[in-house]
């Protein structure tokens, strides 16, 4: 079946620091892929997504490549902030499932 | 525009209550879905609906019931309630008639204490 995984949290970073969080996915289909963002007391919100290989989605500086050869989706920033500090969901959905699957979520902490 | 609303967003209860949680949607999506999140953890899928009538179960069902008699409403009922099931739940839509590009919109949660 379908699944995500994402590297364990929590991840502490410095502001304006690099930032990668990982992504793998195993999926039969061609699925389209997700970052989802969850700040501190709040629903997940849409981050970026890709609907097919070598795509890249990006938003408010945040970045995310489809690579179908290494089946990963992994988020990068070049400079973070302290805002981004927030919960960090990679999903995939495919046409053979009615659900989104998502991965287990990655903290990210961002220190001043 | 106000997309998923779930209603009350926080409620403690007592062991052995019941109550429901109310979601609704104003964008005319066809699937919805209920998770739980426990504290530093993912969501888990409780039950989901492809449309008006229909429901399926999805991982972590025991304990909860659903409805959805319309488009707009997909209800989650708690039975009996247990301390197990504290947690905060989120209700969220999709569009597009299941098309494998179309996000999920989520509400702002519920926060429920059984105690």
């Known amino acids: 079946g379908n699944s995500v995984t994402q590297m364990e949290g929590p991840v502490t970073l410095s502001e304006e620091a690099f930032l990668t969080i990982n992504c793998t996915y195993t999926?039969?289909?061609?699925?389209?892929l997700f970052w989802y963002v969850q700040y501190p007391g709040e629903g997940l919100q849409l981050l970026l997504k890709?609907?097919?290989?070598?795509d890249k989605g990006s938003n408010k500086g945040f970045e995310a490549t489809y690579r179908k050869e290494t089946t990963s989706f992994h988020l990068e920033k070049g400079s973070v902030q302290v805002s981004d500090s927030a919960v960090y969901f990679c999903?995939?959905?495919?046409?053979?499932?009615?659900?989104?699957?998502f991965g287990k979520g990655t903290r990210l902490h961002i220190l001043p | 525009n106000a997309g998923v609303t779930q209603t009350p967003k926080f409620r403690i209860l007592k062991i052995g209550q019941s109550m429901t949680l109310q979601c609704t949607q104003d964008?005319?999506?066809?699937?919805m879905y209920w998770y739980r999140q426990d504290p530093g953890m993912g969501l888990k899928l409780i039950y989901y609906?492809?449309?008006?009538?229909?429901?399926d179960k999805g991982e972590v069902p025991n304990g909860y019931n659903v409805s959805r008699s319309t488009t707009e409403d997909f209800p989650l009922r708690l039975e009996l309630a247990a301390p197990s099931q504290t947690s905060v739940y989120f209700c969220?839509?999709?569009?597009?008639?299941?098309?494998?590009?179309?996000?999920?919109?989520f509400g702002d949660g519920t926060r429920l204490s059984i105690l």
């Open positions: 999903a995939l959905s495919d046409r053979e499932d009615d659900k989104i699957i």
């Open positions: 999926a039969t289909g061609y699925p389209s």
């Open positions: 964008m005319n999506h066809n699937y």
């Open positions: 890709a609907t097919k290989a070598d």
């Open positions: 609906s492809v449309g008006a009538g229909i429901t």
């Open positions: 969220a839509s999709r569009g597009g008639g299941g098309r494998p590009n179309q996000p999920q919109h």
